[in-house]
């Protein structure tokens, strides 16, 4: 059965530090991961995809990696906002599938 | 939100009566979705479209139905809505089975 688990459930970090945020996937065969940010209250927007070529992505303060071998990704935050408050979702997709499999998200929150 | 409108944003319904909500979107995409959310859980997939005429079922398909007569609407029908069936639906879009998905703003249903 695909799946995607992320780690950690919930997270709280001061502005301006940096943080890590883990998925793991069984998903097979891979076609690409993608994170999405969802804002409370609004639906989620993609932050970045990966296929299998590639490790690293960036878009702006957010750098995702991935290692296709091990089946991890993570997506990394620097200097973080208050306006990085938000719920962080990994969804994987297999080669082939319609649908996707999304992990529960982490939640994050940045206080001041 | 790259074209893409539900409707309503907002009802509350009684049990056992049957309920529509509607996606449209201005994107001519060949993929269309619709989620829930409920707290503790991520994002479960109800029913997906990849074409007019043509649909799937996803995890949580049951009590749900779908219809896809034209490009730009994907209707979701609740037949006999029940307090179970409370949550926040999203839709979703994509111009592939896999491709990055752009997110509507979310219908709260509240069945009562």
């Known amino acids: 059965k695909n799946q995607v688990e992320q780690s950690p459930q919930s997270l709280i970090i001061l502005e301006g530090k940096n943080c890590t945020l883990q998925?793991?996937?069984?998903?097979?065969?891979?076609?690409?991961l993608r994170w999405y940010k969802q804002d409370t209250g609004r639906g989620p927007v993609s932050l970045t995809i990966?296929?299998?070529?590639?490790n690293t992505k960036s878009n702006g303060r957010y750098t995702a990696t991935l290692d296709a071998d091990t089946k991890q990704s993570s997506l990394h935050i620097t200097a973080s906002q208050l306006s990085d408050s938000a719920s962080y979702i990994c969804?994987?997709?297999?080669?082939?599938?319609?649908?996707?499999?999304f992990g529960d998200g982490t939640t994050l929150t940045v206080k001041p | 939100d790259a074209g893409i409108t539900q409707s309503p944003r907002h009802k509350v319904t009684e049990t056992g009566t049957p309920v529509t909500l509607r996606c449209h979107q201005t994107?001519?995409?060949?993929?269309m979705y619709w989620y829930r959310q409920d707290p503790g859980h991520g994002l479960r997939l109800i029913h997906y479209?990849?074409?007019?005429?043509?649909?799937d079922k996803g995890e949580v398909s049951d009590g749900y139905s779908v219809s896809r007569s034209k490009t730009e609407d994907f209707l979701l029908t609740l037949e006999s809505a029940t307090s179970s069936q409370t949550s926040v639906y999203f839709c979703?879009?994509?111009?592939?089975?896999?491709?990055?998905?752009?997110f509507g703003q979310g219908t709260r249903l509240t069945v009562v």
């Open positions: 979703a879009i994509s111009e592939g089975a896999n491709t990055e998905a752009f």
């Open positions: 998925c793991n996937y069984t998903v097979s065969p891979f076609s690409n």
């Open positions: 990966m296929t299998f070529s590639e």
């Open positions: 969804v994987v997709s297999a080669l082939g599938a319609g649908k996707s499999t």
């Open positions: 994107e001519n995409h060949r993929y």
């Open positions: 479209s990849y074409g007019v005429k043509d649909t």
